[in-house]
């Protein structure tokens, strides 16, 4: 009879089980997922609508190769963060000194600076779409940025992001609203194609500066150790790495492919992602390029303060500085600075009358590209510390992807200064 109750209660036990560790991994979710989110910011959404407009679906081959170099690079970040409980700005001055460390900050502080730059003028371009000057957006914009980090706690701030991180799904309605050839964008995810001109070969750098950044190899270790993860909750936030991963690629493949279908399909030509929205409407309906332009505002939105706090971040604990978001500002007072400094230097640029706003948006992810690669390095490096890491240090495979996208990204590099030198 005991045996009959116990089989009995097997499912309400296996239930029980399951709730469990959905609740576990709910409570550690946030890293991977913002991370990965914040990547597809209004620099990535005008890479990818800028993509799918001038070379259609051949270069969605490029995004398997981006998934991979994304999950692996921001789990080992993620990881250095669980063993060491310190960010990678930190280790870097440890581990190498403090002139590395002073080299790897000059080079992020440029990388954050352009891309935030960046931010706002996705801001301002997508409420152009609604009518609002960007005289009026981007102070706003900024203000409430700076509120939303300053005046709020830890959590507070992360469930903001993760609820703006769920409204990506506008780019996977407008992709369907598109009506793209299915059987030719899948075909072309999986058949790779390249050409030897300086055009291609700076979308496709973009393409991976945008989504694999310098600063987001900062943000994710920096955030891990914020929200108190350790090496107990390692498999947790692989899923949260990987699932990040997936949903951020699964979003730029929708922006590319809406494009191609709409824009490159009638040989349209658009040079930033508002002119991708207005393109939307007369050939994929109202609706579609409502959704593309909401999109691009919370993207641009959510990216206006997850970059000046990912520069914050990383600067104060490169120097030893008091950081984080549950401190006050007169606790953290240069924390809070360089978060107030990075979005009035984004905001102040994006008002200058006639600023370069395309070439601003486009150039700056080809410069994380190009930056990302030292920055890389640094992570190699201590993965493999044995000393640092011990059991929890790279395996084959980490090591293996991790040293293709330095070489990948030098490669590219070096290619586009020969092709663009040769007149290509």
């Not at 709910?26 to 991370?35: E, H, K, Y």
């Not at 409980?85 to 403090?98: C, D, M, Q, T």
């Not at 410069?367 to 920055?375: E, K, R, S």
């Amino acid at each position: 009879m005991k045996r009959t109750n116990d089989v009995g209660l097997q499912p309400a036990r296996m239930w029980h089980a399951s709730r469990l560790r959905i609740l576990a991994f709910l409570a550690v979710m946030g890293p991977g997922l913002i991370t990965a989110s914040a990547d597809n910011d209004a620099q990535g959404i005008t890479t990818y609508a800028v993509t799918g407009a001038r070379t259609g679906y051949s270069l969605l081959w490029l995004l398997l190769i981006v998934l991979v170099s994304l999950v692996v690079t921001q789990e080992i970040g993620a990881r250095l963060g669980m063993v060491t409980g310190k960010g990678l700005g930190s280790l870097i001055r440890e581990r190498y000194g403090v002139r590395p460390a002073a080299s790897a900050m000059a080079l992020l502080l440029v990388a954050n600076l352009g891309t935030t730059t960046a931010e706002f003028a996705g801001v301002a371009a997508a409420l152009e779409i609604f009518g609002v000057s960007k005289f009026v957006s981007v102070p706003i914009t900024a203000l409430l940025a700076f509120a939303m980090i300053s005046r709020g706690s830890y959590k507070r701030v992360e469930r903001i992001f993760l609820v703006m991180s769920l409204l990506y799904v506008s780019y996977v309605m407008s992709g369907f609203l598109a009506h793209p050839n299915w059987k030719e964008a899948v075909h072309a995810s999986v058949t790779p194609h390249f050409t030897f001109s300086s055009l291609f070969l700076l979308t496709a750098i973009a393409m991976v500066g945008t989504t694999v950044t310098p600063w987001g190899q900062f943000f994710i270790q920096a955030y891990v150790v914020d929200k108190g993860l350790t090496t107990a909750h390692k498999r947790l936030e692989q899923i949260d790495v990987f699932l990040g991963g997936v949903i951020a690629v699964s979003v730029a493949a929708f922006i590319i492919v809406a494009a191609a279908a709409t824009i490159h399909s009638t040989g349209g030509v658009i040079v930033d992602a508002k002119d991708a929205a207005l393109a939307l409407e007369p050939l994929a309906g109202r609706f579609a390029a409502t959704l593309f332009a909401l999109g691009l505002l919370n993207a641009a939105f959510m990216a206006s303060g997850v970059l000046p706090l990912s520069t914050a971040y990383a600067i104060c604990e490169s120097f030893g500085f008091e950081l984080g978001v549950d401190q006050r500002i007169r606790e953290a007072p240069v924390f809070y600075g360089v978060i107030a400094f990075s979005i009035c230097f984004g905001a102040g640029i994006v008002l200058l009358p006639g600023a370069p706003l395309v070439p601003i948006l486009f150039l700056s992810a080809a410069l994380n590209a190009v930056l990302l690669a030292p920055i890389l390095v640094f992570l190699y490096l201590l993965a493999n510390d044995r000393e640092l890491m011990g059991e929890h240090r790279n395996g084959r495979l980490s090591n293996t992807f991790t040293i293709a996208t330095i070489v990948m990204l030098v490669t590219l590099t070096i290619t586009l200064l020969i092709v663009t030198l040769s007149g290509g």
